[in-house]
């Protein structure tokens, strides 16, 4: 069974650029989700989608942050523009459903901002 | 905020048993306790998971107390590649809001 794809792994802008990370879930699971892991710390969500709606953005930094999940399957993360604290690894996660508690989690996406 | 606390690192042996502690005292009687692990440069992956009873599977058991404050969860025979951050997470939330927050974790170093 194939696991979760990101893409890129690694990506080093300057700040105020902007960013995209693409996640293409395990076939059939509905429930995705992007967290972020600054060094050093556990991951954090930021967004969570059930098929391409979303259940849960409380901690997604709007004014800089978007995710869309447009045909309940594969999902894109962007920052535009991005600031030095934005540097970490971006992961995605999916699961079966919103109720289940084993995530499945991709490899992330490391970006650098300078 | 993460509803546990756990210590930030330990050292095991090889071969031996790994035993890694977490606090969650102010854990509500529906929560789930969940064990996920992160080896270097990797996504976290899930290990185990437990309401009231202990549960093992082919990776670890967890052992929760009676009171359900705290919880154990047990490598029987860790080997190098058991080298990772442990994360012991209470899932807040029920149904299809439950979520998953993750704390600091604990740096687990198996040793030769």
């Known amino acids: 069974e194939a696991g979760v794809a990101q893409s890129p792994r690694y990506k080093i802008i300057e700040k105020r650029q902007s960013v995209a990370f693409w996640c293409n879930p395990i076939s059939g699971h509905a429930t995705l989700y992007w967290y972020q892991q600054i060094l050093g710390q556990g991951p954090k969500l930021l967004i969570q989608f059930q098929n391409n709606g979303v259940v849960d953005d409380s901690q997604l930094p709007k004014d800089r942050f978007s995710a869309e999940r447009l045909k309940g399957v594969d999902s894109t993360l962007k920052i535009q523009p991005a600031k030095l604290e934005d540097s970490a690894v971006y992961l995605c996660?999916?699961?079966?459903?919103?109720?289940?508690?084993?995530?499945?989690f991709g490899e992330g996406s490391r970006l650098t901002v300078l | 905020d993460a509803k546990t606390t756990q210590p930030p690192s330990m050292d095991c042996a090889e071969g031996r048993a790994a035993n890694l502690p977490c606090n969650h005292s102010t854990i509500s009687g529906n929560e789930y306790v969940y064990w996920y692990r992160q080896i270097h440069s990797q996504g976290p992956q899930y290990i185990i998971h437990g309401l009231k009873n202990n549960e093992t599977n082919e990776m670890a058991s967890l052992i929760i107390t009676e009171d359900r404050k705290s919880s154990t969860l047990i490598l029987p025979h860790a080997t190098l590649r058991d080298t990772a951050v442990y994360y012991c997470i209470v899932r807040v939330g029920s149904g299809n809001t439950g979520k998953l927050i993750f704390g600091q974790g604990t740096t687990l170093q198996v040793k030769p």
């Open positions: 996660a999916s699961s079966l459903s919103p109720g289940a508690g084993e995530l499945f």
